[in-house]
């Protein structure tokens, strides 16, 4: 006999996010990824343990909380409550959640440290996972990424500010003697990251050789103090990486509760962009610990907006919360899950959002299902008919074989995590149905009494096809096909049906029906989508429901606004810090090997300043001499492709490409004239 609790186990995690800010659609996206896995294994008979939660540490939130003049803890606080919202908004069956501010999780964090040090006395001198060393080197904290290792000064990679430097002694982890060991990893497991072309270029990395990376900081007070000497708190990535053991149960290895029997992870999710950090460091983590390793990193692409990569500082972040309000929340997951080609970038519009909800949801799948329910109501008598061998019409479509076959590719593409597909065969099911229908004309056969047995057959096989779309539908729409199922009169939830047992002739004959009821009523595109970038526009600017692309006040190279709340305010006080002062063009020339940037000289009264601006795309050099312009004269001095950038050119940023419009006057002022 097989005990209920004896299920094989299934566990997954999305990334743990950092609570500066609140969830985009990019987001979102990985959390309805890994829902959609979750209701899947749930329906192919697994218990399944479903992660997620918030990083709350770091110096990034550090700034953010001082920004708004609050402590780190309330600024963590608000926004944690933001993600749950969301998550419940969004239909999320999370099981467990960890806050990486939990002290059950600061003790796992330490933890795990103190099983590397006991593991690193058995271990040779310079062959110690865990050493003390000065550390010097330029970090973005926006990022929480190392820009290089080395003093000079740096720019970020992914984001473009400039690197801060850090100099302190550090804990350092010996990442470089587990080079070997993560090679033999990657080549007994040939799944370990998926897709196999981001497997290759981790490979590479670690080919490459592995530096050491520091692992504490002395400069942060916000995070988890380091066992046994406090003055350090752990560097993010180790703290935040520990919580996919700490969220179950992790406590030292000797004494975790009952949840850690889910460990190892047989999935962790996220976007390309943090793959190292979990196909890398994780793994090596663990095994100086001498804890069992993940056994599969599942990485997606970039969604895109229009596009363009979504960022706060372009103003094109699409917010969930919009949509599921005017569409409900199956048509966002529905439209990520089959628009993004699962591991590739993908591209979200609102106008291919609403085109695929009203053909696919409206008139795909919800208009089958009220043709069905409504025929069985009226020429039925409101119950199941049952099918009659022999009694079919003629038809090229031969039930159950579409509905088999549909079957059979939903679950190889689930398996595959090809949602786009496995959405597809369902899809693919509707339409033959619809066909079927077409071809086969039930309310015909329903006005001859003779043809009654061919009527109930053909509705039958219309039934028992919806019926499986259903069902293979419903990981990605949980709502609407529980709701079809319940006005299909089937007791229970649909979660409960296994995907793998599916099998034709489910529904019983006889059944009695529920009323009919539309499930996604057809929208107007142009009334829906402003409704939507109405709500998009008060969440970027709360209590104003303009245009929301607010000009960012920022060209002189690549700095955009940091990473605030939206809504934030500042006081006088703050803004008095910012020397703006009015400048006249003498000269202006390219930089060489930078298609956008231009070196121009800026006569502010006392001095002629050098500055390097972004502007190359939307202005010539020569049109810019004689300009008067507006500058940001006190900021520090940096370098941009080498070449020394000496305060801020400031421009509006216009449209989604944001071009550069030069901010100037109308009446005349001289040189160095201070604004406020
Ligand atoms: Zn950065």
Known sequence: MIAANDKPKFYLTTPIYYANSRPHVGSAYTTIVCDVIARYKRMCGYEVAYLTGTDEHGVNIERAAEKQGIGPAELVDRNQKIFLELWKLLGIQYTHFIRTTETRHARAVQNLVRRTLY??????????????????????????????????????????????????????????????????????????VVPDFRFNEVKSFVDAGLRDISISRKSIKWGIPWPEDPEHVFYVWYDALTSYISGIGFVDGEHDGPDFKFWPADIHAMGKEIIRFHAVYWPAFLMAAGVALPKQIVAHGWLLFEQEKMSKSKGNVAYPEPIVRVLGNDA????????????????????????????????????????????????????????????????????????????????RAYEDFNFSAAVGAA????????????ETKPWELAENSEKRRSMNTVLSHAVGALHFALVLAHPVIPEATQRIWEQLGQPGKIADQRIDRLQWGGLKPGTRIGKPEGVFPRMDKKEASERIETMENEIRNPGSTQPASAPAPATGGAAPAAASAPGAKIGIEDFAKIELRVGIVKSAEKVAGADKLLKVMVDIGEEVRQIVAGIATAY?????????????????????RGV??????????????????????TEDVPAGAKLK
Request: proline share 6%.
């Open 119 to 192: 593991r690193d006395r058995e271990r040779g001198a310079g062959q110690k996972a865990i050493y003390k060393a000065k550390y010097e080197g330029r970090y973005c904290i926006y990022d929480n990424l190392y820009v290089s290792d080395s003093p000079e000064p740096a720019d970020c990679p992914t984001c473009g500010r400039p690197g801060e430097l850090v100099s302190e002694e550090n804990y350092f982890f010996r990442l470089s003697a587990f080079q070997e060991r993560l090679q033999e990893l990657y080549a007994k497991n040939p799944q370990f």
């Open 620 to 640: 010539t050099p020569e049109e810019l001499v004689g300009r008067k312009l507006v500058i940001v004269a006190n900021l520090a001095p940096r370098k941009l």
């Open 332 to 411: 966002l997951r529905y439209y990520l899950l089959r628009e993004v080609v699962f591991g590739h970038d993908g591209n979200f519009s609102r106008d291919a959002l609403l085109t695929r909800y009203n053909a696919d949801l409206a008139n795909g799948l919800g208009n089958l299902a009220s043709r069905v329910l409504t025929m069985i109501q009226n020429y039925c008598g409101g119950t199941i008919p049952a099918s009659t061998a022999g009694e079919s019409p003629e038809s090229k479509y031969l039930f159950p074989a579409p509905a088999d076959q549909a079957r059979n590719s939903a679950i």
């Open 644 to 665: 020394e950038s000496n305060g801020m050119i400031v421009a509006a940023s216009v449209g989604p490409e944001g071009r550069p419009v030069l901010c100037t006057f």
């Open 427 to 438: 899809w693919e099911l509707v339409s033959v149905a619809d066909r079927y229908l077409v």
